[in-house]
Nanobody, 127 residues
């Protein structure tokens, strides 16, 4: 079965960095686009970044452009989110997800486009 396991979250001061990892199994990882989403306390889950199956198409929400970098290693069945210049408003539980549907290989911003989700990893940025 499909499994997604996030890691790398933690507590960091504003301006610091974290690198999130998502280990995937149970499907042909190199065929599917992957996404990162986050859910802050009291808020709906929101799109952060997504990457196509080959890594050649990448999309970010505006508020993380220039600070976050999504990447993938298809040989390791893993997707990453490098987060730099972190801000308190980045505090959230971060989830990775695998895209489904007819266009499973291209990035998408809507969580309804994603079929499977990890359990999430907490990122807390202190001011």
């Amino acid at each position: 079965q499909v499994q997604l396991v996030e890691s790398g979250g933690g507590l960091v001061q504003a301006g610091g960095s974290l690198r999130l990892s998502c280990a995937a199994s149970g499907f042909t990882f190199s065929s599917y686009a992957m996404g990162w989403f986050r859910q802050a306390p009291g808020k709906a889950r929101a799109f952060v970044a997504a990457i196509s199956e080959s890594g050649n198409i990448i999309d970010y929400r505006d508020s993380v452009k220039g600070r976050f970098t999504i990447s993938r290693d298809n040989a390791k069945n893993a997707v990453y989110l490098q987060m730099n210049s972190l801000k308190p408003e980045d505090t959230a539980v971060y989830y990775c997800a695998v895209k489904g549907g007819s266009y499973y290989y291209t990035p998408g911003r809507s969580q309804e486009e994603y079929d499977y989700w990890g359990q999430g990893t907490q990122v807390t940025v202190s001011s």
